[in-house]
């Protein structure tokens, strides 16, 4: 698992018109390419009635899934050019349809590619782009009397919480970057002066 990456946001879409055509861009976070494919016939069957839907997609942690389609518009104008965007933004998972309205005006290959081009990253503005980075769960298993001090520092540090369990004792679930975890433990029990008990949890992403 990559200690982080970057994607987009679930899901956005946003319009851009260049010399009297409309350009649609469709963004969407898909995992798999069976997500990716549903999101692009989705988009297919809304805009039935759409000159081109053209699309690209990345998938995977290094990329392994690749695919560019320029759905009649001339080879390499279109969805390579998406493409292209994805990868300069560094980014992974991410599925983008670009809708087209054609208005009469043609744009030359030149003009095409700057037109998809545009469109995917003025969409990808648009729709938000976040980091995910791998993160432990911490639980920290405290007696109350401690409570207050510790909730209070791991606030002020760069520690964030999940949650805190209120039972026999207290447990503060905390995320923790994977390559912080030793750290965090000799801070936590310098905190507590030994006073507390520290579990691993899960291992996620957290979006930031």
Not at 8 to 33: C, D, L, Y
Not at 75 to 90: D, F, I, Y
Not at 184 to 196: H, I, K, S
Request: charged share 30%.
């Amino acid at each position: 698992m990559l200690p982080s990456y970057f994607t987009v946001k679930k899901e956005g879409e946003h319009e851009i018109n260049i010399q009297k055509s409309r350009f649609i861009a469709h963004i969407k976070r898909a995992e798999t390419e069976s997500e990716a494919q549903e999101f692009i016939l989705a988009i297919k069957k809304k805009h039935w009635n759409a000159t081109h839907n053209c699309s690209a997609y990345l998938i995977g942690e290094h990329d392994q899934i690749q695919k560019a389609n320029d759905d009649g518009e001339p080879s390499g104008t279109a969805g390579v050019p998406m493409l292209e965007v994805l990868k300069k933004r560094n980014l992974k998972d991410t599925v983008v349809v670009v809708t087209r309205y054609f208005g009469g005006i043609k744009l030359g290959a030149g003009g095409l590619i700057r037109a998809y081009g545009k469109a995917t990253s003025e969409g990808l503005d648009a729709t938000g782009i976040v980091e995910r980075r791998l993160v432990q769960v911490m639980n920290v298993i405290i007696d109350y009397t401690w409570l207050g001090k510790i909730e209070k520092d791991i606030r002020a540090s760069d520690y964030k919480i999940k949650d805190i369990h209120y039972l026999d004792t207290v447990t503060i679930e905390v995320y923790v970057n994977v390559d912080q975890v030793t750290s965090f433990r000799d801070w936590a029990v310098e905190l507590t002066n030994g006073q507390c008990r520290l579990e691993k949890g899960e291992i996620v992403y957290l979006e930031e």
